[in-house]
């Protein structure tokens, strides 16, 4: 086991140091001048100059590229050429947001998900069959962007239901941030009042990001469960006389879940990457829209440092995801 | 018994779940049902009185220190916080500086010793008065802190090196202010009206000086000022958060309390208005303002102001064909500047063919270009391209019209022969290559910086500044003349007299075909009144005190 872990360590540093490649090759590899959006298109040259040789980027890259992985190996991801602030302290600043949303919405597509690939496997080529298949056809189909817009002109805009902007209501006094996920700390601190507003503000973003894994989550069910429904073991119980229900929810699904715990690392995973549109449509303060909003103003710091960290976590939950899976199913740690 | 638990135990949450799959779809299908029906929109959830909500794309917000503000939301906010010697105010429909903290000013006869005389009476919210040594104290702070926007101080003499001759304090009621030239005084003046001067308290920027940085990491998101509001908090992509300064010297505004909400997406934008859950929408795109003011609703109104920029197409006269001013002529003649106004900006923007927009001292409403296609061949034929030429235009995305812009252009220039490629850029990387004169066609804006036509005439006219007229290798030894002879002018009526023979000579020699004047438009609840006021200089200078709300 201990040998399992070790070779997936290090795979992950390979992993991870590509990842840094990959963003600094790009970042400073595409003409732009990052100077010069910072500074505006009536900057005087002088200034441009200036301000280039301040940020070191008038240095050749090879020595930017080594000055810059030497500062992440020490957790230092350098400053954001626009705020000027560590890149670090930002990203601790906006990734509690993301990972709040990130969470409710695998809540959600596992929620959804999981009931409906059961009762689309049960009803195989059936009418809930069926309807489970267009949902996810759906799910995967539908712009993130435009089911957002949609939403909010539903439930916010029309019924006046839920939230349309932000994590809380204007004038939620925020729970004192201890771990930056608000329906956490708001339970914290018993603050009731910032615990509804905080969870009515997470419901349509949340529901918006997880709908597409949602068909993921449905499809990758139906099918395990199909498998399973097929075995030896199933059938025993049938014959049994087990109740079919039961056979079903207590024997198929408990084996045909294991496929499914490997899903949720990557769609944990993918959803902190879909993460930025989300974040843009309900102007929800977290790493996608840092990420958006360094990217437009060519604020390479910010979007190397919020990539790689985004690729990290990923990573970390992929491993812990692996061993999980191979505590379940021994056959995996050959 | 055990075992039979279990299993109702594993049944019933599951079942559940199932009924909340089914009833969430059907919420869908009522709420999809809503919308196809269209009902009428719920009651609006106004906002406090005293209380002025605006929603705004924050992300571009970077500081709120005024010595390093540059981008115009933080500019907006920054006003709000700071009081400086002089103020812009619109007099007449003409754009003029006015007394803030200094009551009045003298101009020595050696052209270049500024007196500022501090009016008594101003305090800081600690109670501390506000003396000519703040002043100073504010000024060469600016200056040698060196960020982006102390050029505009440089370009009249101030620098790091200098700052502690040409800055003074003579007393507690007195600065002086030593120019390097003399210059037009309104340069000067309207130079001292950009956030950069802003008067911070000396006592609170040295209580939070680090190793070096003069506070700038302190007052990025802390107000150290004596305006009209003070910053409560900013939490970035979130939130701004203002509140009425009760030691303000004019007295406390009507409006206690302003809150910026971040909402890049005007679609959310106009949705949290519409339903009133913010007062302001600061950016909602002319589309949704057209539809806005269509549904004649009379919950919300436009309010719109001349900005402070230009849009031009620039042509590179290094670029051979380019570099015949009959050519250039002739481009001016072929677009349809009409369509542009009224297809691409829905008549939000003001027509303009000169450099000075309208509203600035030196303004010349000269507009002899209107679509001629046949004078334009004519004028192509002459300079020696009977079939016209090829040729790239490059703009930038991110821009609204731009491109569309660019495209109208394209289909005027194909009348005439020239085959237009367009090219879109990052406003990055494009800048970068017009910087270095590497761009044959652009269509672009100039946002001014402060409202002098000296602002204006250098990057337009002047082409031995390395700025918009070089950035298109035309150099004019009577425009750079004229430039230089009108920056020092003291006579305002020659002073005017000059701009007008400069901007005639552009108009028509000039590398550009000046498109049209923005304008600044917001949508507001109509509760919110004095808006017109409050935002009569664009974003030049926005006094929020103007606002207040009705019942």
Redesign the interface.
Known sequence: MAQFVARRLVLMAIVLFGVLVITFVVSHVIPADPVGAILGGNAPPEKVAELRRQLNLDKPLPQQFVTYLAGAVRGDLGRSLRTGRPVTEDIGRFFPATLELALAATLVALAVGIPLGVVSAVGRNRLPDHVARVLSIVGVSMPVFWLGLVLLLVFYFRLGWLPGSGRLDLFTIEPPRVTGLLLVDSLLAREWEALRSALSHLVLPAVVLGFSATANVARTSRSSMLEVLFQDFVRTARAKGVPERAVVLRHALRNALIPTVTLVGLIFGSLLEGAVLTETIFSWPGLGRYITTGYLALDYPAVMGGTLYIAVVYSLVNLVVDILYAVIDPRVRV | MNRAHR?SD??SP?SR??M??VA?ALA?AV??A??ATG?A??AA?A?PRDTL?IGMST??L??LDPAAV?EVEGAVIVDQLYDKLVELAMVDGHIEVVPEAAETWQLADDGVTWTFFIREGMRFPSGRPITAHDVEYSIRRAVRLNR?PA?LLNQIGFTPDNVTDTVRALDERRLQLRVSQPFAPNLVLSILTFPLTSIVDREVVEAHLTAGDLAT?YL?DHSAGSGPYRLVRW?????VELEANPTYWRGAPPIRRI?I?????P??QR??I??G?IDVAWSLTPLMRKELTAQGRTDLRVVRVPGHGIEYLAMNVKYEPLSHPKVREAIRWAIDYDAILDDILLGEAIPLQTFIPTGYFGHNPARPYTRDVERARQLLAEAGYPNGFAVELVTNT?SATRADVAQIIQSNLADIGIRVQITLM????M??K??EQGLQMIV????V?YPDPDALAK?FADGSV??LAWRNAWYDEEATRLTAEAMVERNSQRRQALYQQLTELVLHEGPFAILYQPVNAWVVRSNVQGFEEAAALGTMHFDMTRVRKAG
């Open positions: 299993q594993w049944r599951w779940l199932m909340g799959v969430a869908v709420g999809a809503l919308v009902s929109i719920p959830a906002t909500v992300g571009i970077i500081t540059y982006g050029w990491d990025k939490e970035p992509n979130q939130i809150i909400r971040d909402m890049p997406e679609s959310a949705l949290a519409e339903r859950d991110g990052q406003a990055g990387p800048y970068e017009y910087r672009a804006g100039w946002g910086d990057p390395r700025q």
